[in-house]
């Protein structure tokens, strides 16, 4: 290996830890603040918190690793131009590219093994970090209680609280629903105001209310049981203050199976994501195939036979009066029934061959017609529910074999992200030639802000079927690797894009010809 070659490694190793360390350490504290809610006040163990920040740190690796990757090679091109040590080796008749070639190298060996780590490690550590978060949530569930909203996470009881004071911990307009009767809403405690605390041994949970009043309807006798005599006795107590101790038994920290999760699109590898978008794909084909087949069969080709009930028909011969014997009028109604059939099959027949469907309307008669068509908006409503629940099942279907498509291409897209961050930073850092942590970290941050955008914008486009999965998840990388391939041409021709004399020149120049033609 060449000196210069080590000199390139050497200078860039030492800022490409540094900054990793240090983007991994601002998203673990985004992680913090968007789960500190849930991890306040739980009463965790050190043990807990410390095993989820290191899976969750684990977690966040591939999306360090691009900005640290950005960070790194602005500082490291930026330093080397600042001090001159790049000119000296443009001077030598040492190119760019190949300057930069080690450097490419190790970017390619890093993105081959950040593909392996996003394949194997990550599943793993979503499995766990998910598991782990959902026992944090579900422990102490009674401290989750939010306001406007009924809480039923202390057993037979359903609380709700109009508003909090977060300093003081006073709750406002307070509703207790007591179930332990296992009816409905009998029992029910209001008050103005009051304090929640626990025990010192965590097993009770004492609500001190102030200023209300509890309403319980006594149960009636049976007896009374009919509206026109119940009397609704209830009993209701007026309070300046009540407690009520709630107990917390089965509210323990405790682990999860962590089988309950495995099957997620998050949790499972390139090949696993493979076999479960065919089987996704497959049952998606064949839900399809069994609606168009039972829309076909059932609803679109619907076909009814009219027929006159003997009941009905000696009603109105009845109501005639007409005098007729039994044999006569069962012939008569076997005759009526045996016509109103032919009518009904040869009009199918007719609507069937010639798809004349007015014609075979108008056939039938007044009572016919009325029948047919109560039966035929019944068939639509039925119709109709069918395919809107039949879309709402394919859609969820297909929206699942989209997960698992952006999961796949994730692994690879992530990967991808610090070849084309490296061919962002390292240009960019030799065109400017500002070393430091002040302007690459600003810039770094701006460029990086863009990738989140357009990947999360790609993400959400890709969800929603507005664009395929593999143009969303690559529409980032689509964007910048043009500007990355850019900028490296800018900086092999050392162009002075950047450079800020530059403008002021054009602008000058600008200003003077205004001058003169004013004059």
Known sequence: MKRLHKFILRSYFSPLVATFFVSLFILLMQFLWKYIDDLAGKGLAWTVIAELMLYMSAQLVPMALPLAILLSSIMTFGNLGENFELTAVKSAGVSLQKFMSPLIYLTIFICVAAFFYSDYVIPYTNLKTNTLIYDVKNQRPELQIKEGVFYNGIENYSIKIAQKDYKTNLLKNIMVYDHHDNQDNVNVTIADSGYMKMTADEKNLILTLYNGYSYEEIKENKSNRRKDERTYPHRKQYFEKQEIIFELTGFDFNRSDENLFKNHFRMLNLEQLSYVEDSLEIQLDNQAANFRKTLATVNYFKKEELLIKDQEKRKKLNSKKKKKTKSEINK??????????????????????????????????????????????????????????????????????????????????????????????????????????????????????????????????????????????????????PLGIFLTYKATTDSVILNSDTYLLFFKKLWKRFLKKSE
């Not at 970290?441 to 664009?467: C, D, H, T, W």
Request: aromatic fraction near 14%; proline fraction near 3%; charged fraction near 20%.
């Open 332 to 481: 008569n109604i076997n005759k009526d029934s045996t016509k109103k059939h032919i009518l009904v099959n040869e009009a199918s027949l007719s609507g069937i061959i010639s798809y004349n469907i007015d014609s075979v309307f108008n056939k039938l008669d007044n009572r016919s017609k009325e029948e047919a068509s109560n039966f035929a908006l019944t068939y639509a409503r039925a119709a109709k529910n069918n395919i809107t629940n039949s879309k709402i099942q394919l859609n969820r279907k297909a929206e699942l074999i989209r997960r698992h498509q952006i999961e796949w291409h994730r692994k690879f897209a992530l990967s991808f992200a610090c070849l084309v961050f490296f061919f962002i930073g390292a240009p960019f850092g030799a065109i400017i030639r500002k070393g430091g942590f002040g302007t690459p970290v600003v810039i770094s941050i701006l460029f990086f802000i863009l990738y989140y955008i357009i990947s999360i914008s790609g993400e959400k486009f890709a969800r929603e079927a507005v664009m395929p999965p593999y143009i969303g998840m690559w529409l980032s990388s689509f964007i910048l690797m």
